[in-house]
Each structure stands twice: as C-alpha cells, then as structure tokens.
C-alpha cells in the first residue's frame, strides 16, 4: 500500500491556557513545528529536554498523518498503557494499520498542551482535532476531545508510555 506522506504538522504547544494558539506552517523544512510555550515554565526549568519532548508530539502528528506505521511506532513503548489497558505495541499498532489503511487522509491538530512531571516522567494534556477520510466512501469523520500523552525514556529515547484519548463527539 501507497503510504501518503506527511504534510507540514501545525500544531501549537501552550504551556499556559490563557496563550491563544496560533498554527503557523514551516514551509522552509516540511516538518512540524512548536509555537507557543512559556519560558518560565517550571517543568522546562528542570532538566527536562524541551526540543526532545516536544519533538516526539510533532513525530506522533507527523506520522499519524502520514499514515506511517513504523515511524509511528517508534514513539510507543513495548507496552502501552491505553483507554483498553495495557497492551503491547504489537496489539496497538494492528488498530492503527486498521485505521491507516481504511483512511485516505489524517490531519490532526494539538492545541493548549499543558505539560506536568511525573516523577522522571513528563505527561503532555491536550485538546484535539482530528479529521480522517474514509477510503471507502470518502466522507470526513471529525473527532474531538482530550489526548494524554505519558512520555518516558527508555534505551535513552522518550516514547510514549500511556496514550489516551477521550471524544466529545
């Protein structure tokens, strides 16, 4: 199957609810960018790598998007914590092939990401839009809500660990 290739990702990251999100295209590169974000922060004032935090969101995004099962599953950890239970990536990337291949198009948008620690870990909430094209009959299905991301590093890389999603509609 022909894998669609990622579009240019924009998506916001706000560290406070009261900073408006602007999506601003970075047509220079053709990746994601991050606008947005507090400098004063506390969880960027520890030792927290920001760019590589942030970049595994973009990845996500970027992948999702792209309908790239391997990249995508190179953000997730062996096991996975999900709205299911624990899974193992084997068992969550079967549901994403599923959705991959019955989908002509993905976009989605990350909007007021609020990032906290957990410990070693760093947990990213956000609000989300998706828009996924149905291969079949090429209708738009819009989804929205609430996304957590639980981020860990292992091998000395950050994945994600826990991945939910809750729908308004």
């Given at each position: 199957?022909?894998?669609?290739?990622a579009l240019v990702v924009v998506f916001a990251v706000m560290c406070s609810t009261t900073q408006a999100a602007t999506p601003k295209a970075d047509d220079n590169n053709?990746?994601?960018?991050?606008?947005?974000?507090?400098?004063?922060?506390?969880?960027?004032?520890?030792?927290?790598?920001?760019?590589?935090?942030?970049?595994?969101l973009m990845r996500f995004v970027q992948a999702y998007e792209g309908g790239n099962i391997e990249r995508f599953m190179e953000l997730i950890a062996p096991e996975v914590?999900?709205?299911?239970?624990?899974?193992?990536?084997?068992?969550?990337?079967?549901?994403?092939?599923?959705?991959?291949?019955?989908?002509?198009?993905?976009?989605?948008?990350?909007?007021?990401?609020?990032?906290?620690?957990?410990?070693?870990?760093?947990?990213?909430?956000?609000?989300?839009?998706?828009?996924?094209?149905?291969?079949?009959?090429?209708?738009?299905?819009?989804?929205?809500?609430?996304?957590?991301?639980?981020?860990?590093?292992?091998?000395?890389?950050?994945?994600?660990?826990?991945?939910?999603?809750?729908?308004?509609?």
């Amino acid at each position: 199957m022909r894998i669609l290739h990622a579009l240019v990702v924009v998506f916001a990251v706000m560290c406070s609810t009261t900073q408006a999100a602007t999506p601003k295209a970075d047509d220079n590169n053709n990746k994601a960018t991050v606008r947005g974000g507090v400098a004063s922060d506390p969880l960027w004032d520890l030792d927290i790598p920001r760019q590589e935090i942030e970049s595994v969101l973009m990845r996500f995004v970027q992948a999702y998007e792209g309908g790239n099962i391997e990249r995508f599953m190179e953000l997730i950890a062996p096991e996975v914590r999900t709205e299911a239970g624990l899974l193992r990536a084997k068992v969550l990337r079967e549901d994403y092939v599923e959705t991959f291949l019955g989908s002509r198009q993905r976009r989605m948008i990350l909007r007021n990401v609020h990032w906290t620690r957990a410990n070693d870990d760093v947990v990213a909430d956000a609000d989300f839009v998706s828009n996924i094209t149905s291969r079949r009959d090429d209708r738009v299905h819009e989804r929205s809500g609430a996304a957590r991301f639980h981020l860990t590093k292992q091998a000395k890389q950050w994945v994600i660990s826990e991945l939910y999603f809750s729908y308004d509609r």
